[in-house]
């Protein structure tokens, strides 16, 4: 019996195909078409039942009708070489008395035996990649390439770049404004502090001159102008 046809259904397509993609499964699906005039019952088998599954794997087909089977992949974890595949599908199918139903169907329907006609259909199982490895890495270093690079220079220094000419001179300034503050705060403190020195020490002469002859005299009064002078002009600085 030749791939792809019988004498019971007509089985399209004539080879399973499925995407093969790592870690992923995948699923394609056949139609059996009954073009007799009775009905027919069919069941499906596959050489590695475990990496398979398919729904339904039995059934009835009634005349003229035609029956949908999904076969879906197991993921696989390692790509076979060069995506070839030795897995096969066989769909056996015979006639069923009309009016049967899938329950109605049993394994021992399907064994050959004489004057007995069960027609078997074989399909193997094809992949088909997703994608071209080559390909996709050829445009991922392209399109790093391009994105790396913009007027000859490349572009993962520029973040760098920018980053350090937009913040580091404002460190500095920053830095420089809190040592100045602390400068003059300093200084200012330092001329309270004399400020108030000079003022006790003209509170003394002072005191000193009124109890000597009751009056101020001329030293007196060229020692506060001095202190007068030395004290506005540290004032004026601050």
Sequence with gaps: MSAGSANFLEIQPSELAFPFELMKQ???SMQLTNKT???V???VKTTNPKQYCVRPNIGVVLPG???DVTVTMQAQREAPTDLQCKDKFLVQSVAAENGAATQDITAPMFNKEPGKVVDECKLRVIYVPTSIPG???E???QGSSARS???GTPNSTMPQTVFRSSTEPAKEKSVEATSMISKLTEEKMSAVQQNQKLRQEL???RKQSSKSNGGFSITFLIVVGILGIIAGFILKKT
Excluded: G, V
């Design 203 to 205: 509170d003394l002469l």
């Design 41 to 43: 019952a069919f069941k």
């Design 135 to 137: 390909s996709i890495s």
């Design 26 to 28: 995948s699923s394609c």
């Design 139 to 141: 445009e991922s270093e």
């Design 37 to 39: 005039d009775h009905y």
């Design 65 to 67: 009708s035609t029956c």
């Design 149 to 151: 690079f913009e007027n």
